[in-house]
């Protein structure tokens, strides 16, 4: 049983040590949190989707945007498409689950805002039909997936692929680097 945990403790550092040391990576970060940031200061918001322990990052990254991270500020517009449970069943009872995350982007996604979409595979259908919708609407997109990238790797602006391929490594570091962008914004917009 030790043997079991410092194997995992050791997959989830090794994860994290890549991302560190990947350049490229980094700098799509640090990107996807200047386009959040730019946003916020043209009063915008920043709109998360993902499904299971994607959608529980979702709104966990869009709690600490809309309510403070390490310091009383302001509160951003920042809401993970799936907290309306009325409208998600709704929608997915009339028009199909794949097409619930888009129609929420349809009637609240404007010119400039982003759109945060978390699928450790980058192939969630509904993810990947709120990206293509986000789009069409002049929004930024940014994905958060795994080492493939899956179809989001080529839709998204900013396309951030963990660098493993199992699925809580990729989420652990999934979180991490929201809560990046969490202290990043909450820095460039408050001081």
Partial sequence: ????????????????????????????????????CAAFR?????????????????????AELSGRFYKDRPPLFAEALHV?????????????????????IAAMGRPGDVLVGIST????????????KARQQDMYTIGLTGQQGGAMRHLCHHCILVPHHDTPRIQEAHITIGHIWCAWIEKELFG
């Fill in 121 to 132: 595979s980058g192939n969630s259908p509904n993810v990947i039909k709120a990206i293509e």
């Fill in 84 to 104: 309306n449970t009325s409208f998600l069943t709704a929608v997915a009872n009339d028009y199909g689950y794949d097409e619930a995350f888009a129609r929420a």
């Fill in 42 to 62: 043209q009063k915008g918001k920043v709109l998360f989707c993902g499904n299971g322990g994607s959608a529980a990052d979702a709104q966990h990254i869009a």
């Fill in 1 to 36: 049983m030790r043997q079991f945990i410092f194997d995992a403790l050791q997959q989830s550092i090794q994860t994290k040590q890549r991302i560190l040391h990947d350049e490229m990576l980094c700098t799509q970060i640090e990107h996807a949190a200047q386009m959040m």
